[in-house]
């Protein structure tokens, strides 16, 4: 006589031979002569599951833990199953459950690690997978699970340890090979990035981000060509890749090729990064055709530079006709109220104003299928404001003799966690930045306010701090308009400079951002604008050397800054 274990015995064989039809008549069988079987309503659940019939499959599994709910792989299992259908709410309690029955369940450890980090919990998620690794510690999966925490916390060195644990748990790993080089990449060590990329690609030659990263590498060693071939190719495999998509666009913008660069750019809304976008909205986009009396919504969508440098736009939006609304960041929302074209201002978070069409600022020069030739020109876009006599900033400056020339400059940009990486680019380290205070006939006032102000310290009696007192950019803009010259890294001030037609020289990084396109000295966004750029990375003492001299020129030879 054939016992209920050796009919599980035998269906168990079955299911695992992949006889899926027959070990689910096989669990009917046992269900029938013993209906409150629970692990046959278990095993008959996960062959259910993998015929397709999840919504079955999760009935058998509830009438299971009806039956016994004590056994930690019920639970778990229609936790999974919830899971794979991003059923979050649901899946939490039962893999919770699971866990309260079978502390150890490593399973069920590793699947609510995960769970957590798909919802981005990253704080939460981690425990999770450091206690698998504590019972597991040969997991490779739970390594690069953690790996991929620590690169979303960007803890890129941490990042790196658990990709390399990964990789000697499983070398073949292409994934994992391909994340180690994002590690070493985001700490600026190319070097230790691109072999790994390199064999990313060796061990899964139709893995499109390999592509795309090796794209990113020769685009940040000045290899455009190359760039953008590794992009076309990544593009090529994966059509639908929107990385890849946004990566080739601002290659083929910096190379100064607007056709294909401002319809690339698009794919930027599905970036996850993309935060601001209001396509939500039941108003439609405008897609350039005229206004007549319309009223049309244009927003912020990135930072303040962005804002600054292509609200010029706004001319060209308002002679389409129409009442044209700005939506802005809140410091610069009085400042943009004097750019010609703008009706009305509102702030970010503030109500919105009825409108009949709205388009993103950064989508205007596509709109207007600009071109290096005819990129709007009509500098100064915004006005000085006047500040009363009162003021700390007027206080300060009209302390200055007349006969010295006012240099403002800033030597950093805002730093954070998230673009850490590309903020340090954006950073000359003021001890480097100091080799022009000695300049004769030159009052050196800082512009910059951040976290970074404790470095003027020692340079108190050469440089006169205005940024400290800087309450929102109609401080910066006045001070700015004071100014007869103005040296700055690549940040929100010199697009602020540049909208007030003021003379300003910029510091660029070897791998520059692609609106300052490449080998150039010059900007068709900003006549008034000189650009010295690293020739080679990091090589922050041979720019200011160069302005050093071209200042001693300027005024020994001019007596005027051009």
Sequence with gaps: MVTIADALAIVRKQQQTGQLKQSMQSYGQILRANPRHSDAHQGLALVLYQMGQADAAQDALLQAISLNPTVAPYHYNLGLIYYHQLRYVEALPHLQQALTLKPNYTQALYTLGHLLLSQEKT????????????????????????????????????????????????????????????????????????????????????????????????????????????????????????????????????????????????????????????????????????????????????????????????????????????????????LLSSCPGVDQVVALGEPLPPFDVYAPLLSLPGIFKTQLDTIPQEIPYLAIPEMPTTNKITELLGQLTTERRKVGFVWSAKLTPMTARLDLQRFCPLEQFSVLFGQSDLTFCSLYKGERNAELVPYRDQVLDLGVHFADFRDTAYALGQMNLVITVDTSVAHLAGALGKPTWILLPFSADWRWLRDREDSPWYPHMRLFRQSTSGDWHTVLTKIAAALQKSFVAKRSIA
């Design 123 to 334: 704080e939460a998620a981690r425990p999770y997978f450091q206690q698998v690794l504590t019972l597991e510690p040969n997991r490779a999966d739970a390594h690069y699970q953690l790996g991929i925490i620590w690169e979303k916390e960007y803890a890129w060195a941490e990042a790196a340890a658990s990709f390399r644990q990964a990789i000697a748990l499983q070398p073949n790993w292409a994934e994992a090979q391909l994340y180690l080089g994002r590690a070493y990449h985001n700490q600026d060590d190319l070097q230790a990035a691109l072999p790994h990329y390199q064999q990313a690609l060796t061990l899964n030659p139709n893995l499109a981000p390999g592509y795309i990263n090796l794209g990113y590498v020769a685009q940040e060693q000045g290899n455009l060509t190359d760039a953008i071939a590794y992009f076309q190719k990544a593009l090529k495999l994966d059509p639908q890749h929107v990385q890849g998509h946004f990566n080739y666009a601002t290659a083929q913008l910096m190379n100064g090729n607007f056709d294909i660069g401002w319809q690339e750019y698009e794919w930027r809304w599905q970036l996850p990064s993309q935060i601001a976008d209001i396509r939500d909205v039941r108003q439609p986009r405008w897609d350039g055709s005229p206004l007549g009396q319309k009223t049309i919504l244009l927003y912020s969508e990135q930072g303040l530079g962005d804002t600054l440098q292509f609200i010029r736009y706004a001319a060209l939006v308002k002679a389409q006709g129409g009442l044209v609304i700005v939506q802005c960041q809140a410091p610069l929302k009085e």
